[in-house]
């Protein structure tokens, strides 16, 4: 394996701004590696920090990018030449939060593009703990890169489907169905075994694709408000004979009319949890979450733990990823930021290295 004198990378020098740069390679400290990149997926987040300043934990200038596939090329001598998945969010192990089980939110968690001092992704090599990485053992023919989007855009619904426990003839609702983490959302509630999964989303493209992917019925917001929405659920669950209450409900836009239309839905012994990161501010009335004994849960990235879980998922077919990527060279970089930042993108964009 090679090891480069320095890393080539794509770097955010302040919001708005990339330049194409090289940057020293550290000396590696004991269980840390080196990986280089085979794929970096362009997420929501990364668009966030780049459009909308955002506060990373370190700033500017660092390397976006938290969606990494790629093999390792240096550092723990047992792991040099595996190919690995890197976690979005990697805990420390050894807090109290940690050894609560719930390190998906440790409040010393390293993730790359983030907190991991100047390096992220959109690079060729990128240093990262060793000990959580998740090792690719056979990947069946799938093209190493398309695991990137495993850190976070799949991950990262399976994690709040753990969070809401799932079980085999659960009652599913997937607000923002279409999206890049709502596509895996609906896939996952099937395969653990949901058997209703009512996908909510404005594009009737998307939405339509959905039932092929999960879903059972697919209802379009377009030019409807929140109690209309409501009683068109309403009225399929009447057709269908489902009950109104115990319904598990994933708001995955993160904006004002997702999770009002969350909340307008969760009913009595219900679950409402909340995947998708907005600035906004929601009016409730918390007297109804006491008289429903529902719940709202936040959910965080995944813990490491679950990514061999969710790499099983895709390799049995459980999960599809093919038909929700595409893949551009890195150099396309600013061209693939403001497609993301559009929303009108069909697939996700995983960037693979051609400096």
Known sequence: MSVPDKIQTWQMVEPGKLLRTSIDVPELQPGEVLVEVAGCGVCHTDVGYFYDGVPTVNKPPLTLGHE????????????????????????CNGCDI???GRGNRCLKQ?????????YGGFSTHI???AGDLCIIEDRKGVPLEQFAV???AITSPYQAAKRADIQEGDHVIVI?????????????????GAKEVIAIARNKEKLD????????YALSTMDKGVKEIRDEYRGYCKEKKLP???????????????????LELLSFVGKMLVVGYGMQKVEYMFSRLMAFDAEILGTWGCLPKYYKEVMNLILEGKIQVEPFVEYRPMSEIEQAFKDSHSGKLMKRVVLTPDF
């Open 209 to 216: 694709r959905s039932l092929s992917f999960g879903s059972t």
């Open 150 to 152: 495993v850190a976070d």
């Open 176 to 192: 923002g169905a279409t999206g890049g983490i709502g596509v895996y959302m609906t896939q996952i509630a099937a395969a653990l």
């Open 244 to 262: 109104g209450f115990g319904w598990k409900i994933f708001e995955c836009t993160g904006s004002k009319m997702g999770q009002e239309i969350g």
């Open 110 to 118: 390293k993730m790359p593009g983030n907190s991991m001092g100047i």
């Open 127 to 129: 240093p990262v703990p």
């Open 68 to 91: 990494i596939s790629g093999r390792v090329v240096a550092g723990e001598e047992s792991l040099i030449g595996k190919e690995v998945i890197i976690p979005a969010v990697m805990p």
């Open 98 to 100: 940690c050894d609560s």
